[in-house]
């Protein structure tokens, strides 16, 4: 089954906001689902780049970059959990 770049782009929303509660340090978020969950946003952004051309590259490209950003910053809240 093929996905729409609205598909895609919901669920890349969807993973972010999960990655974002484990690197707020919101209660109930364990290391374990900030692994998985940068996990889950690479995969996604990384089916996104088949929209680096056409009418949705712009809107790809900016959705990835967000979500990249997102990535760095879990890694880096789970790099501060691993040394305390």
């Known amino acids: 089954m093929r996905t729409s770049f609205a598909d895609l782009k919901s669920a890349l929303e969807e993973a972010r906001a999960?990655?974002?509660g484990f690197t707020l340090g919101r209660r109930g978020f364990t290391q374990r689902d900030g692994l998985a969950a940068m996990e889950r946003v690479q995969r996604l952004c990384k089916r996104l780049d088949r929209y680096g051309s056409g009418p949705n590259a712009e809107?790809?490209?900016m959705v990835a970059a967000r979500a990249r950003s997102c990535i760095s910053a879990a890694q880096a809240r789970l790099a501060l959990l691993r040394h305390k």
């Open 59 to 61: 809107e790809a490209a």
């Open 18 to 20: 999960f990655l974002r």
